[in-house]
């Protein structure tokens, strides 16, 4: 009867391990985390282009951006590689330095009309427009760069979406 029993919960084990993911490599685990980050990433930033889509103002985009990064914030990425989690939370930065840009931004003619003015007299002659347009389009490309880089790492753990 010993014999009987023992083959029995042996399989029984090994079935149970198996089941539970114990026997998945680390590689493999930390390839899934770190898909898992890119989808929910992907399914974030459409939620995010979607309601960004009926935003009627300024406000209404920096608070959808807001949403966004406190989303991306909460990604659980304890199984993914370390320099995968630095990269994503560079990523992250790079989100809220493109927010801190969009809060200098003027919201609407007035306000651009004064800003521009306070700025003529603080010595710059375009009254900041160039100045804010560089600022904006180096916060976006640093956004796209550490995206691209979250991406490159992926790829080398093999997690590709």
């Not at 391990?17 to 680390?26: D, M, Q």
């Not at 300024?58 to 966004?68: E, H, P, S």
């Not at 659980?76 to 590689?81: A, H, K, N, R, V």
């Not at 995206?147 to 979406?161: F, N, P, S, T």
Request: proline content about 3%.
């Amino acid at each position: 009867m010993h014999f009987k029993c023992g083959p029995l919960l042996l399989a029984g084990v090994t079935a149970l391990l198996v089941v539970s993911g114990c026997g998945r490599s680390e590689a493999e685990v930390q390839r899934e985390a770190m898909l898992r980050v890119l989808r929910n990433d992907k399914d974030l930033s459409a939620q995010l282009r979607s309601a960004a889509s009926s935003a009627t103002s300024r406000a209404d985009t920096i608070q959808l951006v807001i949403k966004y990064c406190d989303g991306l914030d909460q990604y659980d990425m304890s199984e993914c590689p370390p320099d995968f989690r630095l990269a994503f939370r560079q990523h992250i930065r790079s989100w809220r330095t493109a927010l801190a840009r969009w809060n200098e931004m003027p919201d609407g003619f007035w306000q651009g009309v004064l800003m521009g003015a306070v700025n003529s007299l603080s010595g710059e002659p375009d009254g900041g427009a160039r100045r804010l347009s560089t600022e904006m389009r180096e916060a976006q490309r640093a956004v796209d760069e550490t995206y691209k880089e979250v991406e490159r790492i992926a790829a080398q753990y093999g997690a590709v979406l």
